[in-house]
């Protein structure tokens, strides 16, 4: 079965750094695949370059067997760009719900807006949508009136009711107070075990040695180690990945990760 | 305070007395506000009471006002009200409309759009706006475009205003996040959804409130318009009546508490959309 996503030799560049080097991954359908690394390690970058919110310098990006190119203009490709982002569903950080519409009106927003769905159709998806997130009681509300990790569920909801054939989640828990962040991870974990293909950018180790099928490490914009949560935590063989892993082993018992 | 609660026969708790006090504080604050303000309202008056006192040598004089010919001609200046509301008001939807429309050409990458924004701004900023309102007036009937006197103004007004309000709606495009921008994109939407589902609400939102202030402001500027003769707002009844009857201090004294009145009334609203649009969902 070919991967949703294949990503070959991608070079990054800010101005004169360079941020991906070679990067090469593939994401197969229902898999899981965690990313972590320290911050800097060019994660959140790669994650933006699968649906173009960050223009790839070099290398090709197939997702669902469209494939662009980097560094060719985006105007050439614009049609294709549009199709991989309606196929990619993506998670923020900061959630970045539309503040001036309600939470069912966030989740609606694509389909209604993207899609030219008739607006009972889209109810109907969105519903479904936040009934799966546990959110459908708090429908009426509007974002502010909720909290960071009720907000954090509703915009999966949202990225959901697209119906992507992938979810990119960019460090979903990194902006929430620890005590919401089992709330979003439960979403995540409940979205994995329905076969649901996710590749996330995370500092959460407990997360990616539960949920994920392959965890891939990064360092300065490079894959330093991939491999089984297991392999990976229980063995790690590159020196960064041990030193990540020890990071994270010390820094657990006094402070929570950032 | 600490006596107070002592001999009260059923003590306040620490957070009631606290809470007491601060309302106290505020409450003499707005008592002693509006008490000046009576004060120097009732100065006010008196300066343009007539008064003269003689104390030995020294003479003291009040402005002096005929108050009957105020009293006749009333009604006369009155009646400009409605036009000065009217003109301000379709000159600030205008202006609005313009103002949004150069603010977006501003995040053109096209040269020529940018530029014909630009070009808009400074050229209507870098003059008077005096000037302006004569520009149409004489400019315009030249090229065979003869408006009404009203329709003249509103264009000047309007334009003008459009070029200072842009300003007013860049700030708002730019309050906008770039992750709210990155969200719309990520869900398929084209550039122009962004603009129109997420980013130009959210901006109108921001920028509500100061284009209330642009009204108020717009409602004492729209006295220049007077000077074409074409329009028969407050200014221009003020100045007729006075002129007219040699009575000129007494009509634009008239003129101006009329303007003042209106200009309270619009900011008591504006205050309230402000404290409604701050608290509202943003």
Request: proline content about 4%; overall charge neutral; hydrophobic content about 45%.
């Amino acid at each position: 079965m070919a991967p949703i996503i294949k990503i070959s030799h991608l070079d990054k560049f800010f101005g004169r750094l360079q941020v991906l080097k070679d990067v090469s991954l593939e994401v197969n359908s229902q898999e899981v695949v965690c990313i972590i690394g320290r911050s800097g390690a060019g994660k959140s970058t790669l994650l933006r370059c699968i649906n173009f919110l960050e223009e790839p310098s070099f290398g090709d990006i197939e997702v669902d067997g469209l494939c662009i190119t980097g560094g060719k203009k985006m105007k050439e490709q614009r049609e294709l760009i549009h199709e991989i982002r309606m196929r990619t569903g993506m998670v923020f950080q900061e959630f970045n719900l539309f503040p001036h519409m309600s939470v069912l009106e966030n989740v609606m927003e694509g389909p209604v807006t993207v899609k030219n769905m008739d607006k009972t159709s889209a109810q109907k998806i969105a519903e479904m949508n936040l009934e799966r997130v546990g959110m459908i009681i708090k429908k009426n509300e509007y974002p502010n009136r909720i909290s960071g990790g009720q907000k954090q569920r509703v915009a999966i909801a949202r990225a959901l009711a697209m119906e992507p054939k992938v979810m990119l989640f960019d460090e979903p828990t990194s902006a929430l107070d620890p005590e919401l962040i089992g709330e979003v991870l439960a979403v995540m974990k409940s979205l994995a075990h329905d076969g649901t293909t996710m590749l996330v950018v995370t500092h959460e180790m407990e997360f990616a040695r539960d949920a994920a099928n392959r965890v891939i490490v990064m360092h300065e914009g490079e894959i330093a180690e991939q491999g089984s949560p297991t392999e990976l935590f229980d063995h790690p063989e590159n020196e960064h990945t041990q030193a990540l892993l020890e990071r994270y082993r010390s820094g657990k018992s006094s402070q929570p990760m950032n | 305070m600490s006596n107070a609660s002592a001999t009260a026969p059923a003590p306040k708790s620490q957070a009631d007395l606290i809470y007491d006090m601060q309302m106290g504080i505020k409450r003499r604050f707005s008592i002693g506000v509006a008490i000046s303000w009576f004060v120097m309202l009732a100065v006010l008056v008196f300066l343009f009471s007539s008064t003269k006192i003689t104390l030995g040598s020294f003479t003291f004089k009040t402005i002096h006002i005929d108050t009957a010919f105020i009293r006749e001609n009333l009604p006369f200046i009155a009646s400009g009200i409605w036009v000065t509301i009217g003109i301000s008001a379709l000159s600030i939807v205008f202006a609005t409309i313009l103002a949004l429309l150069a603010a977006l050409g501003r995040l053109s990458r096209f040269p020529p759009i940018y530029a014909l924004c630009t070009f808009y701004v400074s050229l209507i900023r870098g003059t008077p706006l005096y000037l302006q309102i004569f520009f149409f007036f004489l400019a315009l009937p030249q090229v065979g475009i003869i408006l009404p006197g009203l329709w003249a103004g509103v264009l000047a007004l309007g334009l003008n205003y459009g070029a200072y309000m842009s300003e007013i709606f860049r700030a708002g495009l730019s309050s906008v996040s770039k992750g709210q921008r990155e969200a719309a994109l990520a869900i398929g939407m084209t550039q122009g959804q962004m603009m129109q589902r997420v980013v130009i609400p959210q901006a109108l939102r921001f920028a509500i409130p100061p284009t209330g202030n642009e009204f108020i402001a717009m409602l004492k500027d729209s006295a220049l318009v007077s000077a074409t003769g074409f329009v028969h707002e407050l200014m221009w009844r003020a100045t007729k009546v006075g002129r007219a009857q040699f009575h000129n201090l007494e009509a634009l004294i008239t003129a101006a508490v009329f303007y003042w009145i209106m200009t309270l009334v619009f900011s008591y609203f504006q205050s309230r959309l402000e404290a409604r649009m701050s608290r509202g969902e943003r």
